[in-house]
Nanobody, 118 residues
């Protein structure tokens, strides 16, 4: 029953940056993001949802090959918000970005649209 809310997407030129945020504002456990391994996913046009990056309960991170060196996943000090810092964006990064636990135990939100275009 945990509803996740993504924000921070938008239109950006190639080479630009965006910072996405993820929160569970109505969760009974306000520290949901800090209690489970979390992840960012994305779904491009006509494609299946794919894993972008994950962060474990002890802070260990993992990245898909196509974002290594460009994206950084993190959580704030209170573990109430998760972020995805996206640098050196490319047109291929255009997709709807979603957050959830790595086990997908939360309800999928609407996601946030990232469009990379000149």
């Amino acid at each position: 029953q945990v509803q996740l809310v993504e924000s921070g997407g938008g239109l950006v030129q190639p080479g630009g940056s965006l910072r996405l945020s993820c929160a569970a504002p109505r969760a009974i456990l306000s520290t949901f993001i800090g209690l489970f391994p979390m992840a960012w996913y994305r779904q491009g046009p006509g494609k299946e949802r794919e894993l972008v990056a994950s962060i474990g309960i002890r802070g260990v991170t993992n990245y898909a090959d196509f974002v290594k060196g460009r994206f950084t996943i993190s959580k704030d000090n209170n573990r109430k918000t998760m972020y995805l810092q996206m640098n050196s964006l490319e047109p291929e990064d255009t997709a709807v970005y979603y957050c959830n636990s790595l086990r997908n135990s939360g309800n999928w939100g609407q996601g946030t649209q990232v469009t990379v275009s000149s």
